[in-house]
């Protein structure tokens, strides 16, 4: 989680709940689970959803690969298969490359497995950004926000590995 009440892995009623953790090659895994809340069609999920949860995969990766504060610039989404309300996306994001302040990442969504069908593809662009991004363009307590959360300071958000 990078934020309490961030819609995609935060805390928040009718969120989506992610959980993304860093794994072996440097792939991010995340999971989203698809509830009625979720729906588009009667008992399959909304598109718009899905990318919204593809977005969450793709920045929470090129955040916690490159330790860097990064927005999305552009996203695209290719939606597969249906989606069932009960099956759970494990997604799995690679980071393409970085070009400058441009940081390309991928991911494959399968449905209820890690080796399950193939349901989405995404890719984005991030574009690295400031930490005043965030406290000029939303709130000035941004990162007190964010520190509280996920118990950083300033100065690890900046430290590269
Ligand atoms: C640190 C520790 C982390 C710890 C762990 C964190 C985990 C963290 C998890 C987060 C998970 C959140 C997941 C949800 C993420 C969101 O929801 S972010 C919210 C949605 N996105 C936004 O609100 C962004 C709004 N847009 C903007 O603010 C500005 O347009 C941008 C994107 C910052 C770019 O503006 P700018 O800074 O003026 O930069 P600009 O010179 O225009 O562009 C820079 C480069 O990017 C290119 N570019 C920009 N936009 C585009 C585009 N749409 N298409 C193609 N190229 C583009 C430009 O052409 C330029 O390329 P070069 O000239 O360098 O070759």
């Not at 008992?43 to 990318?51: E, I, K, P, R, S």
């Not at 969504?109 to 593809?121: F, K, N, S, T």
Request: proline share 4%; glycine share 12%.
């Amino acid at each position: 989680m990078h934020y309490i009440e961030c819609f995609g892995c935060g805390d928040v009623d009718g969120g989506l709940h992610m959980t993304s953790t860093v794994g072996e090659e440097h792939l991010v895994r995340s999971r989203f689970e698809v509830t009625r809340a979720h729906q588009g069609a009667p008992g399959l999920a909304h598109g718009g959803l899905l990318a919204c949860a593809f977005d969450e995969a793709l920045g929470s990766a090129a955040g916690n690969l490159l330790r860097r504060p990064a927005v999305t610039g552009k996203l695209e989404t290719d939606f597969l298969r249906p989606v069932p309300v009960g099956s759970t996306l494990y997604i799995v994001t690679k980071l393409d490359g970085v070009a400058g302040r441009k940081i390309y990442v991928s991911a494959n969504g399968r449905l209820d497995a890690e080796d399950g069908p193939l349901a989405v593809r995404a890719r984005a662009l991030f574009v690295e950004v400031t930490f005043e991004h965030f406290t000029s363009h939303g709130s000035a307590d941004a990162l007190e926000k964010f520190s509280q959360t996920a118990g950083r300071s300033r100065e690890d958000w900046d430290i590269n590995p």
